[in-house]
């Protein structure tokens, strides 16, 4: 799954999280064990499709999304019609299609529902994509703490934007209360697990193209901070349509390749 597929994708996926992606996904297995993989909130299907390039024989991958259907609350309907305006299952579909011969498991629902179509306890990775606002982000990770393996592994994203205060606020309680132990963040996502995070927080490169790291700790337990190199610090790009992110993107490296010369 090259970088030139998931950029022909609307979306906001950064260079950090596709590398981190494709290690939890990938040598991550090692620790986690199999096991199924899960997406709530899935939009044009930008995360979903690298995510289904990791499936391995025996084991399922599920996403679930509103889709265009409507939300139940005014806050959640505002949220979709403002920021994923033009977004259809169909579309999903289609760039999904354009990189795998198969769908994963599609479910048009709200995220919380994920529980009746995934086994409990039998999830290896699981992205928290959906509503970004705290009542419905603490019904997911409730959905995440049932579904996941003993080692699995739950991704959340914009826990720490400006513009999404609900998911630190959920995010870090259920650290604070929920046994969540936090295994490393990057500037968008926090990656964690009801397991052991040691090996994983050990297996994580400490340096890489795309960051440097340091280690502090917190709530009790290690955790790895990624921050990006110069050239990928793409924190404005949330506030872009996702049609212009790629264009975006390229011109931010170009004109840092010029810089650095
Ligand atoms: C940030 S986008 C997902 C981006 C995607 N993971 C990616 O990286 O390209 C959030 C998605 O969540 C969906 N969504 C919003 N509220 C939802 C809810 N209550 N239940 C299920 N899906 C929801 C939206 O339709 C949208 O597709």
Redesign the pocket.
């Known amino acids: 799954m090259s970088d030139e597929d998931l950029d022909a994708i609307p979306?906001?996926?950064d260079a950090i999280d596709r590398e981190l992606f494709r290690w939890f996904l990938g040598s991550g297995r090692e620790i986690s064990g199999p096991g199924h993989l899960v997406?709530?909130?899935?939009?044009?299907g930008?995360?979903a499709v690298l995510i289904g390039d990791h499936l391995q024989d025996g084991e399922t991958f599920t996403i679930?999304?509103?889709?265009e259907a409507p939300?139940d609350d005014e806050a959640?309907s505002q949220?979709?019609s403002e920021s994923?305006a033009g977004?259809s299952r169909q579309a999903f579909e289609r760039y999904y299609r354009g990189v795998h011969p198969a769908l994963p498991t599609v479910v048009q629902d709200?995220?919380e529902r994920i529980v009746d179509h995934v086994e409990a306890a039998s999830t290896r990775f699981m992205?928290v994509?959906?509503?970004h606002l705290y009542e419905?982000v603490v019904l997911d990770i409730a959905a995440a703490k049932r579904l996941l393996a003993t080692d699995g592994v739950v991704v959340f994203?914009d826990f720490r934007s400006g513009h999404t205060p609900g998911v630190a606020a959920a995010v870090w309680s259920a650290v604070a209360t929920e046994g969540l132990r936090p295994i490393v963040v990057s500037p968008n996502k926090l990656y964690a697990t009801w397991g052991e995070p040691a090996p994983y927080i050990d297996g994580v490169a400490t340096t890489s193209p795309w960051w440097t790291s340091e280690v502090q700790d917190v709530s009790g337990g290690r955790l790895l901070i990624l921050s990006p190199r110069a050239h990928e610090t793409y924190r404005w790009i949330k506030y872009l349509p996702p049609a212009a992110v790629p264009g975006a993107k390229k011109a931010r490296a170009r004109l840092a390749a010029l810089t650095r010369r």
Request: proline share 0%; no cysteine.
């Open positions: 979306g906001w996926f997406e709530l909130g899935s939009y044009m930008q995360s679930i999304d509103l889709f939300a959640n949220e979709n994923y977004l709200f995220s992205h994509d959906a509503s419905h994203d």
